[in-house]
Nanobody
Framework: QVQLVESGGGLVQAGGSLKLSCAAS??????MGWYRQAPGKQRELVAT???????NYADSVKGRFTISRDNAKNTVDLQMSSLKPEDTAVYYC???????????WGQGTHVTVSS
C-alpha cells in the first residue's frame, strides 16, 4: 500500500525559511513533487523532480525554493526560502508511478507566512 507522509509545515514570518519533507513507501516513483492549494484557489504545481534529478519549478518559486530527493530513502524535500505571504497554502506531496499510471497524494501540511 502506498503511503506519503509529509512533515515540516508551520508558521513563519515573511522572508523566513521552512523545509518540507515527504517519506514515500509502498512503491518506486519516477517522479515526485510538491503541489500547493491556497484558500479559494485550485491546487497548483510547486516543483517536481525525477529519479535522475531533473527538476521543474513554478515560475513563482524559482530561485526561492529547492526540491531534492533521496532515491535510496524514497524521500523528497522542499527547501523554501525568502517566503512570502502569498506562499501560504496547504502543501501536498505527490508521487507518480508510471506503470500503472497512478498519482498518489499525501495528506497535506499547512504553511502560513505572516507579513
Amino acid at each position: 500500500q502506498v503511503q506519503l507522509v509529509e512533515s515540516g509545515g508551520g508558521l513563519v514570518q515573511a522572508g523566513g525559511s521552512l523545509k518540507l519533507s515527504c517519506a514515500a513507501s509502498g512503491g518506486i516513483f519516477p517522479i515526485m513533487g510538491w503541489y500547493r492549494q491556497a484558500p479559494g484557489k485550485q491546487r497548483e504545481l510547486v516543483a517536481t523532480i525525477t529519479g535522475g534529478g531533473n527538476t521543474n519549478y513554478a515560475d513563482s518559486v524559482k530561485g526561492r525554493f529547492t526540491i531534492s530527493r533521496d532515491n535510496a530513502k524514497n524521500t523528497v524535500d522542499l527547501q523554501m526560502s525568502s517566503l512570502k505571504p502569498e506562499d501560504t497554502a496547504v502543501y501536498y506531496c505527490n508521487a507518480h508511478r508510471l506503470l500503472p499510471n497512478i498519482v498518489y497524494w499525501g495528506q497535506g501540511t499547512h504553511v502560513t507566512v505572516s507579513s
